[in-house]
């Protein structure tokens, strides 16, 4: 389940192939402005469906979804965390302020969190072999960022 359709969603249904998950949500405002991730999970030949916002069973998606990502801002999912908390794995883009109220409800009940700051990590890994090509140096790259960030959040190689 992916909750926004920007660009980020894109990179998540095309994540969700890799991970071999079979189809996904995308869940929206308006899902007239959903067309650009229809259309990537048309290339990547991953069904898909779009739920309009207001429409969605959020509790029952959380439960039944492998992954959630989160590409909305924290006001957008702050009403329906209690809902969300059953999501067994979620990466949450958003990672400034952080924690969100999301992450925190499905740390609480016992869920995996992937931040935004890991996300952002790993696109630059592949940034800067793609640009220098030579191997990123992760080790070096994670602890930069770990100190630039106050070393709120541990970031996995």
């Known amino acids: 389940m992916v909750l926004g359709a920007g660009g980020t969603a894109c990179a998540a249904l095309a994540a969700f192939v890799d991970l071999k998950i079979t189809s996904a949500v995308v869940v929206v405002r308006d899902p007239a ?5 229809v259309a990537c999970a048309e290339r990547l030949g991953l069904p898909l469906t779009v739920s309009r916002w207001a429409d969605t ?3 029952a998606l959380a439960r039944e979804a492998e992954v959630l990502v989160n590409t909305v801002p924290p006001a957008a999912t702050e009403p329906l965390v209690a809902e969300l908390a059953a999501a067994a794995h979620l990466l949450d ?3 400034h302020p952080w924690p969100t109220p999301l992450a925190t409800a499905v740390s609480a009940a016992g869920g995996e969190i992937a931040t935004g700051l890991d996300m952002l990590l790993h696109q630059a890994f592949g940034q800067v072999t793609h640009f220098t090509g030579q191997p990123a140096p992760r080790l070096a790259m994670r602890d930069a960022l770990f100190a630039a960030t106050g070393g709120i ?3 996995p190689l």
Request: cysteine-free.
């Open 153 to 155: 959040l541990p970031l």
């Open 57 to 59: 069973d959020f509790a």
């Open 93 to 95: 883009v958003i990672y």
């Open 33 to 37: 402005r959903a067309a650009e991730a």
